[in-house]
């Protein structure tokens, strides 16, 4: 059976760092496009950074771009997410997802429900002003 474990999260002043990282088993982590996505209070979900399988390419949204950077150790079975100059409006539950798929489709970050098939239970990230 599948699962992923999400860490790293935590309180942090605007402009710092964090690193999330994402620990998987049960599954061929190498074998799947990975994504994080995250949910704040209120809000819908959104898809912020997705990793082809082989790290060979990844994507950001325009909110995050510049920002963070998407990682993965295929010998770990790990994904983290290096977050930079966080913001308040980065504050939310950060969750890992494996994808149905080898790469990063067209709708990844719109329609995660589609895309992919396991996710982690989250980790919170608080950013304060």
């Known amino acids: 059976q599948a699962q992923l474990q999400e860490s790293g999260g935590g309180s942090v002043q605007a402009g710092g760092s964090l690193r999330l990282s994402c620990i998987t088993s049960g599954l061929p982590f190498a074998d799947f496009a990975m994504a994080w996505f995250r949910q704040a209070p209120g809000k819908e979900r959104e898809g912020i950074s997705c990793i082809r399988y082989n790290a060979g390419s990844s994507e950001y949204v325009d909110s995050v771009k510049g920002r963070f950077t998407i990682s993965r150790d295929n010998a770990k079975n790990t994904l983290y997410l290096q977050m930079n100059n966080l913001k308040p409006e980065d504050t939310a539950m950060y969750y890992c997802?494996?994808?149905?798929?080898?790469?990063?489709?067209?709708?990844?970050?719109?329609?995660?429900?589609?895309?992919?098939?396991?996710w982690g239970q989250g980790t919170q990230v608080t950013v304060s002003s």
């Open positions: 997802a494996v994808a149905w798929k080898d790469h990063c489709t067209g709708s990844w970050a719109t329609d995660g429900s589609f895309n992919f098939r396991y």
